[in-house]
């Protein structure tokens, strides 16, 4: 079946410009995740969604950041006044997250972010 | 707080040999423990994870839990192995990453 698609795969920007990066996880996928890969700085996590939980914000870099899953399906990650170290391979990723047992993250084709 | 490891940015080595990617991490609880594997101009993939103690692609990867690794290991490099590795720790809701090794196998 499909996995996890993200878009667009390519986002340039200027310096200040808000942008929006989406992700549809795949169907059925109770569990969502972003993260951010960046030069030197390798894999963070950005922010997780779980069914109709509140969602951890922990990995947010800052209030510039925000994300909305909407429906339990797609999610949007905003980052308003984008800033040059905000460069980075964004990605998603999605699972079906268990009461017990571990679960197996699926991580979508990513967006690649070029602030000018 | 977590952390994961990987000591090791680049490693080469020929095509037959044995191989070692090295992953030590540190965390207070009982750590579930993945290998992720991201080939040329492809989508980050999980490889294996501890809970399952199985081989994928002849990779194996024991936890450790007295040295706090999990290295991943393959008796012969293969020419498609080459790619980039990620280590990673499950804790909450969240997976924490390696640095990534980056390992390349010479004809």
């Known amino acids: 079946g499909a996995g996890v698609s993200q878009s667009p795969s390519n986002k340039v920007t200027e310096k200040g410009k808000d942008v929006e990066l989406r992700c549809d996880p795949i169907s059925g996928h109770t569990a969502l995740y972003w993260y951010r890969q960046s030069l030197g700085q390798g894999l963070e996590f950005l922010i997780y969604?779980?069914?109709?939980?509140?969602?951890?914000k922990s990995g947010l870099p800052s209030d510039r950041f925000s994300a909305e899953r909407t429906g339990g399906s797609v999610s949007t990650l905003t980052i308003q006044r984008t800033q040059q170290e905000d460069s980075a391979v964004y990605l998603c990723a999605s699972s079906f997250k268990r009461l017990a047992g571990v679960e197996t993250q699926y991580f979508g084709p990513g967006t690649r972010l070029l602030v000018l | 707080a977590q952390r994961v490891t990987q000591p090791e940015k680049l490693l080469s080595v020929f095509k037959g040999a044995p191989v070692e990617l090295k992953c030590n991490y540190s965390y207070s609880g009982s750590p579930e423990l993945f290998w992720y594997v991201q080939y040329s101009r492809q989508r980050l993939q999980l490889l294996l994870r501890?809970?399952s103690r199985e081989s994928i692609k002849g990779f194996t990867a024991d936890l450790n839990k007295g040295e706090t690794s999990f290295h991943l290991k393959k008796p012969f490099a293969q020419e498609e192995d080459s790619a980039m590795y990620y280590c990673?720790?499950?804790?909450?809701?969240?997976?924490?990453f390696g640095g990534g090794t980056r390992l390349m196998v010479k004809p």
């Open positions: 501890h809970i």
């Open positions: 990673a720790l499950l804790a909450g809701n969240m997976l924490t």
């Open positions: 969604f779980q069914g109709n939980s509140a969602p951890d």
